[in-house]
């Protein structure tokens, strides 16, 4: 979940008048056709691509993750449990950028790129990434959408974008996505209690890129296994008028930033911002072209 929707969460809880009823699509079928899937998140609000990941590429997220994970658990590093979707069988691990170059060439992978595009523009930022660890026993979150910081009422289209990647199989058994297909239409936050029935679980196998609209109704499920961990890894993009929930200029190790990045990590993370009216250091860009911040 997104800091905001946690400290936003009230949207949802006390609706003075009844909203209609919604009944939800059936789940989009996991697809390796990206115009498919780019129409069903049109349609219903999210999609799956499958096989996104190669294996090599699944095989070191998977690795890195779990690394990371477990070091913050030895170290003890906090996992950001502020809000109400946490609970001790739930693990999120943040700032995976500083984490290992398979998290910075995710964010970057090309069919995410192509739809983010198209959605929220050529100039979108990264506003978080982070993962998400369900454990036996975690109880499952609250009922959110990511885009709650948006004033209603909402633009016509989306203001944000989730993609996320499925790192181990989701089921409905180990705490795969629960969410509302079509619900971004309702163009409203959802009412806690009232909208659960409207909610399905998202299964697909390790390896498939998700996509959710930034209006739809979602929530981590409920893990019943006694045995298995479901890690996804949620990269949270907003159009650039947003403030992003990570801030990047604080947060990132600057190690990241010698290690030439390309052109498009910077500008999502706002390190470039040639013709855009936000983002510049006294008029300039934050990190000019020609400055070797290499050396
Ligand atoms: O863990 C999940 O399945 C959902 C996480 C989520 O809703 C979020 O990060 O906004």
């Not at 499952?140 to 910081?149: A, E, I, R, S």
Request: aromatic share 8%; hydrophobic share 40%.
């Amino acid at each position: 979940m997104t800091e905001h929707s946690v400290t936003t969460m009230r949207v949802g809880k006390a609706a003075t008048r009844p909203a209609p009823p919604f009944t939800p699509a059936p789940p989009p079928r996991p697809t390796r056709d990206l115009g498919q899937a780019k129409r069903d998140l049109a349609d219903l609000g999210v999609c799956v691509l499958a096989d996104a990941l190669t294996p090599d590429a699944l095989n070191r997220v998977r690795t890195q993750l779990y690394a990371a994970a477990g070091e913050d658990l030895r170290f003890d590093r906090p996992s950001g449990g502020k809000g109400a979707d946490y609970d001790p069988a739930n693990q999120r691990v943040w700032g995976l950028l500083n984490r290992g170059q398979a998290f910075i060439d995710l964010v970057q992978h090309p069919a995410s790129v192509e739809i983010l595009t198209e959605v929220l523009g050529p100039d979108f930022l990264l506003s978080s990434i982070s993962a998400n660890i369900t454990g036996p026993g975690h109880g499952g979150m609250v009922m959110h959408c990511d885009q709650l910081f948006v004033p209603q009422p909402w633009p016509e289209k989306a203001q944000g974008v989730n993609v996320f990647w499925l790192v181990d199989d989701f089921t409905e058994a180990n705490g795969g996505t629960l969410m509302a297909p079509g619900s971004h239409r309702q163009m409203r936050a959802p009412v806690a209690g009232q909208d659960e029935a409207a909610l399905v679980p998202l299964e697909g196998p390790a390896g498939a890129m998700c996509v959710m609209d930034g209006r739809l109704w979602h929530k981590t499920g409920r893990n019943r296994t006694t045995d298995q961990r479901r890690a996804g890894i949620f990269g949270w993009y907003v159009a650039p008028i947003y403030r992003t929930q990570e801030n990047w200029f604080l947060s990132l190790n600057p190690l990241v930033l010698q290690s030439r990045p390309s052109e498009r990590l910077l500008r999502m993370l706002g390190y470039r911002v040639e013709g855009m009216f936000f983002g510049h250091v006294n008029g300039y860009e934050p990190l000019p072209k020609d400055l070797d911040y290499r050396a």
